[in-house]
């Protein structure tokens, strides 16, 4: 990948923060090449401020960090497209995008993967998922074969509740699974699209 970074006189291209699940634009910034290589490095997401005239990760002082997933350059090569998972709100103003945007998928699965990868990027102590994930992709591919055969048992019997709570438990630790190998559902998705256009 190559980035013109000369095309402009202060060296700074425009980047534009996109949201890796739900695809809303989130902001703008700028990044010149050494942002951008702590970017790859960290992923966590750094611009270089103009005002201040240094190197500013997104987050490090609200903790609202956006946490690098795809990177991409337009056809000129002097524009960056970053996806990324936002942790918490975005604008200053505590918005979620700076476009004044409710940063939200149409999809609760999406949204439900977000949670799960925000709890795997920022552990915490009281969430399920987060001491799940700890325990490692054994015990994490455990539950997902132990729900499964509670799925199966609960579609013998016609407790149509019994069942679709089980089935909900199944996706989540599939959901979980899928955080534990880096693996998002958006490219599972494609996969089941791509079989479907044979």
Same mark, same amino acid.
């Given at each position: 990948?190559?980035?013109?970074?000369?095309?402009?006189?202060?060296?700074?291209?425009?980047?534009?923060?996109?949201?890796?699940?739900?695809?809303?634009?989130?902001?703008?910034?700028?990044?010149?090449?050494?942002?951008?290589?702590?970017?790859?490095?960290?992923?966590?997401?750094?611009?270089?401020?103009?005002?201040?005239?240094?190197?500013?990760?997104?987050?490090?002082?609200?903790? @609202?960090?956006?946490?690098?997933?795809?990177?991409?350059?337009?056809?000129? @090569?002097?524009?960056?497209?970053?996806? $990324?998972?936002? @942790?918490?709100?975005?604008? &200053?103003?505590?918005?979620?995008?700076?476009?004044?945007?409710?940063?939200?998928?149409?999809?609760?699965?999406?949204?439900?993967?977000?949670?799960?990868?925000?709890?795997?990027?920022?552990?915490?102590?009281?969430?399920?998922?987060?001491?799940?994930?700890?325990?490692?992709?054994?015990?994490?591919?455990?539950?997902?074969?132990?729900?499964?055969?509670?799925?199966?048992?609960?579609?013998?019997?016609?407790?149509?509740?019994?069942?679709?709570?089980?089935?909900?438990?199944?996706?989540? &630790?599939?959901?979980?699974?899928? $955080?534990?190998?880096?693996?998002?559902?958006?490219?599972?998705?494609?996969?089941?699209?791509?079989? &479907?256009?044979?």
């Amino acid at each position: 990948m190559i980035i013109n970074f000369e095309k402009y006189a202060d060296g700074l291209v425009p980047t534009i923060i996109q949201d890796y699940q739900t695809n809303k634009v989130l902001m703008l910034g700028f990044m010149n090449a050494e942002s951008l290589q702590k970017t790859q490095e960290t992923k966590k997401v750094t611009f270089y401020s103009r005002s201040r005239n240094t190197l500013w990760t997104k987050g490090e002082t609200s903790g @609202n960090f956006l946490y690098l997933k795809e990177l991409s350059v337009d056809c000129d @090569n002097d524009t960056i497209l970053i996806k $990324a998972i936002p @942790n918490g709100a975005v604008c &200053h103003t505590g918005e979620d995008t700076c476009f004044a945007e409710i940063n939200e998928s149409d999809d609760f699965l999406y949204k439900l993967e977000k949670i799960i990868q925000l709890r795997k990027l920022e552990p915490s102590e009281k969430s399920y998922t987060s001491k799940l994930l700890a325990k490692g992709i054994n015990k994490v591919a455990q539950k997902v074969g132990e729900e499964a055969v509670e799925l199966v048992i609960e579609a013998k019997d016609d407790n149509e509740d019994l069942f679709k709570n089980e089935a909900a438990d199944l996706l989540y &630790h599939f959901l979980v699974l899928l $955080a534990a190998k880096d693996i998002d559902l958006k490219s599972v998705i494609e996969v089941l699209k791509e079989r &479907h256009g044979k």
